[in-house]
């Protein structure tokens, strides 16, 4: 088959969604299928924000991506992420491409562009809703868009002839929140080649590499607020009879100096571990 994926996140931008669609696509390449990608187009400070270059078609090889004009969305997430002004872009790929399917993982930008691609060249169209769109307008967004946020996405994906979903728990509140259709629950993709049981050897190392002498707590993710790790840092308060106990903070993002301010204000720097970005 030939599949292409319309994402409003993608390399360099870290973002689950992105490392879950790119690890999918080169899975269905070596089973044999064909994938590409329209997707926004990022500007070098975004790679160099990641640390990576921006000729990115090394990291990219097999892949026929179609880069989307897009504008910078500083309130976000990630601190990466652009905004498509759906105006049809892509359609021209889309008739070179030639695709058997499309899937969707937005509904916004790149997400009205695989609807007009679908429509117009009667393309079936699938879609993924990756979360609850209300959780991060609460978060992101101007309050009144929480009341809007979700009976946006319903619309959208109702337009869809299937909707998958990552996980139970996500499917359950959709179904709560008021979403009448069908919602496949698959979940994210996985390469056991970079994730898979470290050796004894390796895990001895790591904890001298941090000084972990005692119990560890790890966190691993983007740093931002919907990912809730201020109260993790206020339990190390608590837990501070425990001997030698370390939280591990790994990854990067916009509230990491929001993050480090708090453990120096909570005075306890030696407690908390900041990696920095890790590479998967």
Request: with cysteine; charged share 20%; glycine share 8%.
């Given at each position: 088959m030939r599949i292409l994926f319309y994402?409003?996140?993608?390399?360099?931008?870290?973002?689950?969604?992105?490392d879950s669609i790119i690890t999918l696509g080169r899975e269905l390449i070596r089973r044999g299928h064909t994938v590409g990608f329209a997707v926004p187009k990022y500007s070098d400070a975004d790679y160099r924000y990641a640390g990576l270059d921006p000729d990115d078609s090394k990291f990219l090889e097999g892949f026929e991506v179609y880069r989307i004009p897009s504008l910078c969305y500083g309130n976000s997430p990630s601190g990466q992420?652009?905004?498509v002004v759906p105006l049809g872009w892509s359609l021209g790929f889309v008739r070179k491409f030639k695709p058997d399917i499309i899937h969707s993982q937005s509904p916004f930008g790149t997400g009205f562009e695989a609807l007009f691609a679908a429509k117009l060249f009667n393309i079936p169209l699938i879609g993924t809703n990756h979360t609850i769109m209300s959780e991060f307008a609460r978060i992101y967004g101007p309050k009144y868009l929480e009341h809007t946020a979700d009976k946006f996405l319903?619309?959208?994906y109702r337009r869809c002839l299937a909707t998958s979903v990552p996980s139970p728990s996500l499917?359950?509140?959709?179904?709560?929140t008021g979403y009448k259709g069908t919602l496949e629950v698959i979940p994210n993709p996985v390469s056991l080649a970079q994730f898979s049981p470290a050796s004894p050897a390796?895990?001895?190392?790591?904890?001298?590499?941090?000084?972990?002498?005692?119990?560890t707590i790890l966190f691993v993710g983007r740093?931002?607020?919907?990912?809730?790790?201020?109260?993790?840092?206020?339990?190390?308060?608590?837990?501070?009879?425990?001997?030698?106990?370390?939280l591990v903070i790994a990854g990067s993002g916009p509230l990491e100096a929001d993050l480090k301010k708090k453990v120096r204000d909570l005075n306890i720097p030696e407690k908390v571990v900041f990696t920095g970005f890790l590479d998967h």
């Amino acid at each position: 088959m030939r599949i292409l994926f319309y994402s409003d996140n993608f390399y360099p931008e870290i973002s689950g969604i992105s490392d879950s669609i790119i690890t999918l696509g080169r899975e269905l390449i070596r089973r044999g299928h064909t994938v590409g990608f329209a997707v926004p187009k990022y500007s070098d400070a975004d790679y160099r924000y990641a640390g990576l270059d921006p000729d990115d078609s090394k990291f990219l090889e097999g892949f026929e991506v179609y880069r989307i004009p897009s504008l910078c969305y500083g309130n976000s997430p990630s601190g990466q992420a652009r905004m498509v002004v759906p105006l049809g872009w892509s359609l021209g790929f889309v008739r070179k491409f030639k695709p058997d399917i499309i899937h969707s993982q937005s509904p916004f930008g790149t997400g009205f562009e695989a609807l007009f691609a679908a429509k117009l060249f009667n393309i079936p169209l699938i879609g993924t809703n990756h979360t609850i769109m209300s959780e991060f307008a609460r978060i992101y967004g101007p309050k009144y868009l929480e009341h809007t946020a979700d009976k946006f996405l319903f619309w959208y994906y109702r337009r869809c002839l299937a909707t998958s979903v990552p996980s139970p728990s996500l499917a359950e509140k959709m179904s709560a929140t008021g979403y009448k259709g069908t919602l496949e629950v698959i979940p994210n993709p996985v390469s056991l080649a970079q994730f898979s049981p470290a050796s004894p050897a390796e895990r001895e190392a790591l904890r001298k590499e941090f000084h972990l002498l005692g119990p560890t707590i790890l966190f691993v993710g983007r740093l931002g607020k919907e990912k809730q790790i201020e109260p993790i840092i206020d339990a190390m308060v608590r837990l501070e009879h425990v001997p030698f106990i370390k939280l591990v903070i790994a990854g990067s993002g916009p509230l990491e100096a929001d993050l480090k301010k708090k453990v120096r204000d909570l005075n306890i720097p030696e407690k908390v571990v900041f990696t920095g970005f890790l590479d998967h």
